[in-house]
Each structure stands twice: as structure tokens, then as C-alpha cells.
């Protein structure tokens, strides 16, 4: 059965830190590229950051420089250490497993509230 845990969500303020975990089990964790994704209230769903089995990463623009993106193979968790939170960053985090071999593999986590407020 195929799992995808996040964990680390909360309150935090303006500029403050949080890591986000994605704990992950049913599947070949090394071969998927891993993302987190972001859905504010009332907006879409949207890529925040990858790695992939390769562990090459990519970030959206909002968040480079702010945001790392970490994968520990040996323990299938995926890590977002997240710095400089802005009020914008508010959000569900998701936590998404990727890959294609012969067909598409796609799975999500349950999500994470982030909320960065004063």
C-alpha cells in the first residue's frame, strides 16, 4: 500500500523556519522524483520544488533561494526546509512521488498546513 506522510506543518512568523518531512513506504522510493507542492485558499495547486532520482532540483521562482529541497533514499523521506517564510507562503503543503515506467506513477500525500502569521 503506497504512503505518503507529511509532517511538520504549523504556525510560524513572518521570516521564521519550518521543515516539512514526507515520509514515504509502498514503493520504490530511489526511482520517483519527489515535489512538494502548494495550495493556498481559493487558489490552485502548485509546483513549489522537485528532486529527482537524481537528485538535480528545481524550485518556482517564489520560493528559490528561500526553499531546499533534500531526499534521504536510505530513510524514503523527503525534506523542505523552508527560511524567510512570508505571509504568502501560507498554504497546504503536499507532498507528490512521481515516475513513468511504461506508464505514469503519481501519488499524493494528505497534506500539511503551513500558516505564517504575526
Known amino acids: 500500500q503506497v504512503q505518503l506522510m507529511e509532517s511538520g506543518g504549523g504556525l510560524v512568523q513572518p521570516g521564521g523556519s519550518l521543515r516539512l518531512s514526507c515520509a514515504a513506504s509502498?514503493?520504490?522510493?530511489?526511482?520517483?522524483?519527489m515535489s512538494w507542492y502548494r495550495q493556498a485558499p481559493g487558489k490552485g495547486r502548485d509546483l513549489v520544488a522537485v528532486?529527482?532520482?537524481?537528485?538535480?532540483?528545481h524550485y518556482a521562482a517564489s520560493v528559490l533561494g528561500r526553499f531546499t529541497i533534500s531526499r534521504d533514499n536510505a530513510k524514503k523521506t523527503v525534506y523542505l526546509q523552508m527560511n524567510s517564510l512570508k505571509p504568502e507562503d501560507t498554504a497546504v503543503y503536499y507532498c507528490?512521488?512521481?515516475?513513468?515506467?511504461?506508464?505514469?506513477?503519481?501519488?499524493w500525500g494528505q497534506g500539511t498546513q503551513v500558516t505564517v502569521s504575526s
Open positions: 509502498g514503493f520504490s522510493f530511489s526511482s520517483y522524483a
Open positions: 528532486i529527482t532520482s537524481g537528485g538535480s532540483t
Open positions: 507528490n512521488a512521481k515516475v513513468v515506467i511504461s506508464k505514469e506513477y503519481n501519488y
